[in-house]
């Protein structure tokens, strides 16, 4: 697309991901003219067939690998850390690692944002996520549940969200209001969480001195199922793309086109939102009076464009966002900026079922178990999400032709090969048996877990990388601690062959030790906390409309105003900030452009 001219614009949103595309949307349908900057190269909206294509030859099959990015917009990415033998880790990517643990978690720049290659699990948070800081562990909110609870129903209609409605209230205990329903009723449990729910519903687990009852639920997804007639007070719901039919590769492409993505928001952008791709934003130009007055891109071409609005939002991802703050010396009364980096740090365990359970089927995870993300716990160790992993061994060892790898190898009883018929009959049982637990762990926001710029590190671009300094508080490591326990008792009660082993190696960059016992993590890729929202603008950079407290026309939105990442993935209640933020920054534009009472000159005298 051309660059956009001299042109003065209402609104310039920097980042066609998630957050931006949404922002974009509700600004332009209230006839704002947008000017959306993305980093990413244009050619990636060019549909399913080309990112498939490009997985389909990719050497390394990765979340970010059917997208071809941009080698101006470089991104992190799981390759980029590998484990040492003798436990830590190498960084080859474009994060500088300063650790002392790896912050393992990828995005995209790519138009359209890591939401391209996400895995589509779109669960709110509870009432009391918004209140962690009263159990003594990271922050409390500006704002309560109550107060995004109608952005969330607006977020899961945009996103067109699969649940139910009434199991969400009695398991997880949110509140709706009365009669509410998901635009689509809830995904089809996979086989593998019919035969957990028989093994595991009504029993409990011990975690410390309580016990915890456990109940399957199904999650919310934004992907499609089967329409509710009854949503939106029996107005019903129309979906955008093909129906889920189970393809198993949601991460990193639906070729269904099921999964939502930032793409489908964009198709519905009104046309005064104008997009630019293969645009680099370089710095937020601040005026003398403390206003925002645009932005500076590096486009294609590589010439820097300086473009103007009357008001600027920074929605390129949590850490880009906080690049951006710092590079433009922003924001940064408090000493916030890049600071409080939070992620959920996955525990992952495996085992065999006894039986055959079908896995490699369906999205990544269609039920979980919700018990241990509440209550008086959270104030000992980290809360967590169970996901029961419908996708086998793959995230803990790999896919499953690595396995056949080691089958071919050493897989026969005297430690050779096996061939035929008998590899057959070993992979097709043990494979079969393959399943996962995915332990999303909460992660508190810790001052020292920040991002900072060096320049001695620089890209293409010759722009400062993102340093990040990231480690697992002692609370985190006690909730891992936790999980693994509760992972032990599940197992015993599924009856199922335990085969989870941590050690240092290739695989395990995230390996640590904690009281004398090995673990390993991985990551969600939820990060979170870099411009973090608070009530003061002493300790916080965004107030709780993800305005920035020193300008008052600068907004920073996404998961890095989240002042508690809390257990849920948190793409949905990034969602519903941006749309209450919308409201806010069609306010203030309203306000800027009100007509100007003309006051009468002198007292007495009549205004022609
Ligand atoms: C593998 C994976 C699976 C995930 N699964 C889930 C899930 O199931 N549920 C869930 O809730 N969350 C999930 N997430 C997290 C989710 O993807 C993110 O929370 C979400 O995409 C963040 O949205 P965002 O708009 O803030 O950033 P992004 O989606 O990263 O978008 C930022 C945009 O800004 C652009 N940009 C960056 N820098 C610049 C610049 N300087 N100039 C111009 N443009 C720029 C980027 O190119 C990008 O398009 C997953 C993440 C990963 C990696
Ligand atoms: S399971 Fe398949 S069809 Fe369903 S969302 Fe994932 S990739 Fe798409």
């Given at each position: 697309m051309t660059a956009p001219g001299g042109r003065r614009w209402d609104v310039i949103v920097v980042g066609a991901g998630f957050a931006g595309s949404l922002v974009a949307k509700v600004l332009g349908d209230r006839g704002w003219r947008v000017l959306v900057l993305e980093a990413g190269a244009g050619a990636t909206d060019a549909g399913p067939d080309r990112a498939l294509e490009a997985y389909r030859t990719a050497l390394v099959k990765s979340p970010n690998s059917p997208y071809p990015t941009s080698p101006s917009a470089p991104s992190p990415d799981v390759p980029d850390l590998t484990g040492r033998p003798d436990g830590g880790y190498r960084a080859h990517g474009y994060l500088v690692q300063r650790g002392p643990l790896p912050y393992a978690s990828g995005?995209?720049?790519?138009?359209?944002?890591?939401?391209?290659?996400?895995?589509?699990?779109?669960?709110?948070?509870?009432?009391?996520?918004?209140?962690?800081g009263d159990f003594g562990h990271g922050r409390n909110w500006?704002?309560?549940?109550?107060?995004?609870?109608?952005?969330?129903?607006?977020?899961?209609?945009?996103?067109?969200?699969a649940a139910d409605a009434d199991e969400q209230r009695e398991a997880v205990g949110l509140p709706f209001p009365d009669g509410y329903r998901f635009p689509m009723r809830a995904i089809p449990r996979s086989h593998l969480d019919h035969v957990m729910a028989e093994a595991l519903d009504g029993r409990s687990v011990r975690d410390r001195e309580a016990r915890v009852r456990l109940r399957v639920t199904t999650t919310p997804h934004a992907r499609n199922g089967v329409p509710d007639p009854g949503h939106d007070g029996g107005a019903g719901y129309r979906p955008d793309g093909g129906r889920c039919v189970g393809h198993a590769s949601c991460v990193p492409i639906c070729p269904s086109g099921a999964k939502y993505t930032p793409l489908r928001t964009q198709a519905r952008w009104a046309p005064s939102v104008a997009l630019v791709t293969d645009a680099v934003v370089t710095r937020v130009r601040i005026a003398a009076n403390g206003r925002a007055g645009g932005v500076d891109y590096l486009a294609h071409d590589g010439r820097t464009h300086t473009v103007?609005?009357?008001?600027?939002?920074?929605?390129?991802?949590?850490?880009?966002?906080?690049k951006l703050l710092l590079l433009s010396d922003a924001a940064n009364r408090s000493?916030?900026?890049?600071?409080?980096?939070?992620?959920?740090?996955?525990?992952?365990?495996?085992?065999l079922m006894k039986h055959q359970i079908g896995p490699y089927r369906g999205p990544g995870s269609t039920s979980g178990l919700e018990g241990f993300r509440f209550g008086p716990a959270r104030a000992r160790r980290a809360p967590f999400r169970v996901e029961i992993g419908n996708w086998g061994w793959t995230w803990a060892l790999g896919p499953p032709d690595l396995r056949v790898a080691e089958l071919l190898r050493t897989g026969g009883p005297d430690g050779r090969g096996l061939f035929g018929a008998e590899l057959r009959r070993t992979l097709g049982d043990r494979v079969g048996r393959e399943f996962a637990f995915q332990f999303e762990m909460e992660q508190d926001a810790d001052p020292a877990n920040r991002v900072t710029l060096d320049p001695r590190h620089r890209d293409r671009l010759g722009l400062p990388r993102p340093v990040v300094h990231y480690d697992l508080s002692d609370w985190v490591k006690r909730g891992i601690a936790a999980a693994k326990g509760v992972s032990d008792q599940l197992m015993g009660l599924l009856g199922a062959e335990d085969r989870t082993r941590f050690e240092p190696g290739p695989a395990w960059p995230g390996y640590f030790e904690h009281e004398g016992r090995p673990y390993a993590y991985r990551a969600a890729g939820h990060g979170a906390g870099t411009h973090i929202m608070g009530d003061s603008p002493a300790t916080s950079v965004v107030d709780q409309w993800q305005r920035c407290w020193d300008h008052s026309n600068l907004y920073a939105v996404g998961c890095g105003s989240m002042p508690t990442v809390a257990t849920s993935n948190p793409s949905l209640t990034m969602a519903a900030l941006a749309l209450r933020s919308a409201d806010r920054m069609h306010q203030d534009l309203l306000a800027r452009h009100r007509p100007i009472r003309l006051k009468r000159a002198f007292e007495g005298a009549d205004l022609p």
């Open positions: 995005y995209l720049r790519a138009n359209g944002g890591t939401g391209l290659a996400w895995t589509g699990l779109a669960p709110r948070m509870h009432p009391e996520d918004f209140r962690a500006p704002i309560g549940y109550q107060d995004l609870e109608p952005y969330y129903r607006a977020a899961e209609h945009e996103l067109g969200v103007e609005a009357e008001l600027v939002v920074l929605a390129a991802h949590a850490i880009e966002n906080a000493d916030q900026v890049g600071r409080n980096l939070m992620d959920h740090p996955v525990l992952l365990t495996w085992g």
